[in-house]
């Protein structure tokens, strides 16, 4: 990679990562969105368990 050229894949694979800048500034990048992600899963696991819990625990119809 030549010095001044620009990033055509933002992949992990794709980035230098023996350049700081880009290790510092990819390397953040992809902690976000890992925190954002695994947070995003939990919610959505935890509404998914809650919602057949209450489906089972109150029955059908029963409102």
């Known amino acids: 990679m030549l010095h001044g050229e620009t990033i055509q894949s933002p992949l992990p694979m794709d980035v230098p990562w023996w350049m700081a ?4 500034f990819f390397g ?11 947070g995003l899963g939990y919610v959505i696991l935890k509404s998914v ?13 029963s409102h």
């Open 49 to 61: 368990m809650q919602a057949r819990q209450d489906e089972h625990g109150h029955g059908h119809g």
């Open 21 to 24: 800048d880009h290790f510092v």
């Open 28 to 38: 953040v990048l992809y902690a976000v969105l890992f925190v954002l992600c695994s």
